[in-house]
């Protein structure tokens, strides 16, 4: 069974069409990540994959069901969401804050259960926070914090985590930490996609990727094969130069600063 | 840490008992305790019998009601709006009801019909505001912000004209709108306590909800709350409340900004635990604010916006440069 | 020093209100300083150099001929003392007599008009003191002088009616009006003098439950009517406390057709509770200016109050 099925999506906003027929299907767990350039429609597809927006047409099917037949509460217990910039402005303790993802199976009178609980403690021993479980949300650093709204969908127990540019503003240190985190999610037999802004770091974490360009998916498949210069040239408007590590295998985007400079491409 | 919470909770319930007791025994006309137990008693005098039942005691009882629905309906509001300046008042409720009462006064159509006339203008405008913000099915809440500022000035505006073109009616409604539980009886108390009761109950039991969507809207959303509906049904109940209180009370101000601060100082944000103490804090707040707008220059009463203003302004100063100073300490 | 910027914010607002609060209560205004008599008649002589309520000093050139009122209680003795002819401008708030209808408005609600009032092209202007200070200024650099009048009580009432007179010329209608007003004060409280003074509270507005305490005309008023005013314990007009009400228990009410509905009144919690609603005494007073505005009409306000207090001593 595919955990996440999309068929023939699209979106528009008033008049002007975001998404123009996406298709694609995932069966197993690994990151994918979604790069492209600005106004091609990554974060619209991720919130159409989530069920925030409603597609003008085509249907998403997660683990087989059609989302648009889900209420808010049943599609929070299959996908998670973790968007770039999350309100912080208040002094809920981090463990507060991953018991919110429990919110979908929690009933308008119920109090929070050991099992709750449970799963709010494995979320946060996970993601490595929860020696802050007590502390503020505002006390910590923005890798930290991350991380702890990472915990959070993740106690929504969810088959699929959607990250919105998940370390765009972080330091290197904590980009590292938090995508390497991602990829263990993984393990857990969770799907996983990501927008990444950084085509380096999409290319060392991603399991797959798919490049956007004006709302269609212009290529998917392994980060090697699909981060080419023709890809590149063509979505993004730039010649790079590719590098390969011949000991780790993963490759290196990196611009053109010289254009009259012929070097060897791999 | 929960038993420290439970300790600010039993400690604010002492208050309210002890603020009721003062509020009773207290007031422009002197009456010992001994003879305020003995009206309870039954053997008090009749003028006794009167002032505390029919006059002091209903007041006590709405001058609370009405200081726990603003301040919950204030909570509310500065969590969905995720700003610290919201106040019950901010969705056109406060402009709506003095036109309403302009109406009311202008047209002579006594105490009922003036309570009767604000509600129902400041329901209606609220309702405008919303119409006129909602996209679709979803509703911004920067929108209804601003659309209640733009419709608060322009009521403002109708209400000066028409103040204008009634002079002689120029006091009493300046009057109405700075406040007061001057002429609150026993009918004030059959309708409101029940409703704000239940209105205050049922916002209660969304706090879950509004402590997600103060990490915001789309968060929430993703998380599993119907951030639309919770929103529509906090706004619906809570202007009714406000609109209520207002009715009945006139415009009192600060109790709703002020007390829900106050509150987050000492309790944290969790609204489980921050809505209902709230509530106690605000009723304790309007129930010394009325006894000293009855006592301070007895046998004058003072419009109880200036006491609530007055007291309320620089506690709250000297609260938040506390909190500075420990932040800084850190 | 953080302590103290807390205590400051506390004091300084505590300041604006005890000030808000002290600006709805009377301030007692100075006397003008005329030594004659109110009853001497004296031919007036221009030009004439008066003395106003606010003590400044006013030269009149000639007798006016184009007067602007900016005060209805004014407006009211220029008529009854016969120069009514002379009037060429008054306020929106002006409506005794019947002649003002058709007289040119120059001033509201905002106060004041300088450009309405400079178009009727006068030669006096009568203010009061709520006519604003710039206005009245403007006015009198133009050589227009401004003459201010404020009674507060009857004494008042009769000096400023004599400065009028003497201001127009009709010194000799003034003094008849002032006779004439003492005659009747003096018969009303002959009536009343012997007769056991009657509590009586007055209700300016049941909203905010407003009344008129120590030092206003209605407090005067009914004092002369034979009543004690049972809310002297308060100066000026004020919001009184219902409790201190029910103590005080009063057995006559009288309010104004503004205050709000009579029905209320007598079925409120507290007012009910009262000898002058057991009793049914509660009046309601034919017209709030006759009893409110420092004219003339002042008699007929004490006649009607005196009524209300003692109906078997006017039989």
């Known amino acids: 069974m595919d955990i996440l099925k999309v068929e023939n999506l699209s979106f528009s906003y008033g008049k002007k069409e975001i998404i123009k027929g996406i298709d694609f299907n995932i069966s197993e767990s690994m990151v994918l990540g979604i790069i492209g350039p600005n106004g091609s429609g990554k974060t619209t597809l991720l919130k159409n994959l989530s069920g925030y927006l409603k597609p003008s047409f085509g249907n998403v099917y997660v683990l087989n069901k059609n989302i648009k037949h889900l209420n808010i509460k049943e599609k929070a217990k299959y996908i998670g969401y973790v968007p770039q910039d999350i309100f912080y ?45 007590d502390k503020s949300i505002k006390e910590l650093s923005g890798g930290e914090r991350q991380r702890v709204y990472i915990a959070r969908a993740l106690a929504q127990r969810p088959k699929i985590m959607l990250m919105d540019e998940p370390v765009s503003h972080l330091d290197i240190k904590y980009q590292l930490e938090i995508l390497n985190l991602i990829k263990d999610l993984t393990l857990k037999g969770i799907l996983v996609i990501t927008v990444l802004h950084d085509i380096n770091l999409a290319a060392q974490f991603c399991d797959k990727i798919f490049i956007l360009k004006d709302g269609k998916i212009e290529a998917s498949g392994k980060p090697k094969d699909v981060l080419n210069v023709k890809n590149i040239k063509n979505v993004f408007e730039t010649d790079v130069v590719i590098f390969e590590d011949s000991e780790t295998g993963s490759i290196n985007i990196v611009p053109y600063l010289n254009r009259r400079e012929q070097l060897k491409v791999v | 840490m929960k038993i420290k919470k439970s300790l600010y909770f039993t400690a604010a319930f002492f208050i309210l008992v002890f603020s009721a007791i003062l509020s009773i025994s207290a007031g422009a006309v002197e009456i010992p305790l001994q003879d305020v137990l003995n009206v309870f008693l039954g053997k008090g005098t009749e003028i006794n019998k ?18 726990m629905g603003l301040s919950v309906v204030g909570t509310f509001f500065q969590g969905l709006l995720r700003n610290p300046m919201a106040d019950p008042y901010i969705l056109g409720v406060s402009s709506g009801a003095a036109f309403g009462a302009t109406i009311a006064i202008i047209l002579n159509l006594g105490i009922f019909g003036l309570s009767f006339m604000a509600f129902l203008s400041a329901i209606l405008t609220v309702f405008f505001v919303y119409t006129i913000s909602k996209t679709g099915t979803r509703v911004s809440m920067t929108t209804m912000l601003l659309a209640g500022i733009a419709v608060s000035a322009f009521i403002s505006a109708i209400i000066s004209l028409m103040m204008l073109l009634n002079h002689d009616q120029f006091s009493r409604i300046i009057f109405w709108t700075m406040g007061g539980f ?18 205050s109950f049922i916002m209660y039991l969304f706090s879950r909800d509004v402590n997600a969507i103060l990490t915001g809207e789309e968060s929430a959303e993703h998380l599993g709350v119907n951030t639309e509906f919770v929103k529509k049904l906090i706004l619906a109940i809570g202007s009714l409340v406000t609109a209520l209180s207002v009715s009945v009370g006139g415009i009192i101000g600060f109790v709703g900004l002020i007390v829900p601060h106050i509150a987050r100082l000492i309790i944290g944000p969790d609204n489980r635990y921050l809505v209902p ?14 006894l000293f707008a009855r006592v ?24 938040l440069v506390r909190s500075k100073q420990k932040s800084e300490r850190m | 020093m953080k302590r103290f910027k807390g205590l400051l914010a506390l004091f300084l607002v505590f300041i604006l209100a005890f000030s808000l609060v002290a600006c709805s209560t009377n301030t007692v205004t100075k006397q003008p300083d005329n030594t004659k008599s109110a009853t001497e008649a004296v031919k007036t002589q221009f030009p004439l150099k008066i003395t106003d309520f606010l003590g400044r000093e006013v030269t009149i050139v000639k007798a006016p001929q184009r007067i602007v009122s900016l005060a209805p209680s004014t407006t009211e003795i220029i008529y009854a003392i016969g120069a009514g002819d002379k009037v060429v401008g008054v306020t929106d708030y002006d409506n005794y007599p019947e002649q003002v209808k058709n007289v040119p408005k120059v001033g509201g609600f ?80 002959d009536k009343v003098k012997d007769l056991p003074k009657v509590s009586t509270f007055y209700l300016v507005s049941l909203d905010g439950n407003w009344t ?41 009410i009288i309010t104004s057709p503004h205050a709000g509905n009579v029905n209320d009144i007598k079925t409120m919690a507290g007012y009910k509770e009262t000898n002058a609603v057991k009793n049914d005494k509660v009046f309601v007073i034919s017209d709030d200016n006759i009893i409110n505005r420092a004219s003339n009409r002042i008699v007929l306000g004490l006649e009607e109050i005196a009524k209300f207090l003692h109906p078997e001593a006017f039989k």
């Open chain 2, 277 to 290: 103490f709230s509530g106690i804090l605000g009723a304790v707040f309007l129930i010394l604010a009325d």
């Open chain 2, 50 to 67: 009167t002032i505390i039942f029919s006059l002091r005691l209903p007041r006590l009882i709405v001058s609370a009601f009405v200081g």
């Open chain 3, 212 to 252: 008129a305490g120590k030092g206003t005309f209605i407090d005067e008023l009914i004092n002369i009517a034979g009543g004690k005013n049972v809310a002297d314990d308060v100066n000026g007009w004020a919001q009184y406390s219902i409790e201190e009400l029910v103590k005080k228990n009063p057995d006559v």
């Open chain 2, 296 to 319: 301070l220059l007895k046998p004058m009463e003072i419009p109880i916006g200036i006491i609530t203003a007055a007291f309320g302004g620089p506690f709250f100063l000297y609260l």
């Open chain 2, 182 to 199: 001057g002429l609150v009886t026993w009918n004030n108390v059959y309708v409101s306590a029940p409703i704000i009761t239940v209105g």
């Open chain 3, 110 to 189: 905002k106060g004041p008009n300088v450009e309405a009032i400079t178009a009727q092209k006068p030669d006096i202007i009568f203010a009061s003191k709520l006519s604003g200070k710039e206005q009245m200024e403007a006015l009198e650099k133009m050589g227009i002088p401004v003459v201010v009048l404020e009674a507060t009580n009857i004494d008042q009432i009769y000096q400023s009616i004599k400065l009028i007179g003497e201001i127009t010329g009709n010194d000799k209608k003034a003094e008849e009006v002032i006779s004439n007003m003492q005659n009747k004060i003096k018969e009303i409280s």
């Open chain 1, 89 to 133: 402005d208040f002094d809920f303790t981090c463990y507060d804050i991953v018991m919110m993802g429990r919110t979908p199976y929690l009933n308008r009178f119920q109090s929070e259960k050991l099992e709750d609980k449970q799963i709010v403690r494995e979320s946060m021993e996970i993601t490595n926070t929860w020696q802050f479980k």
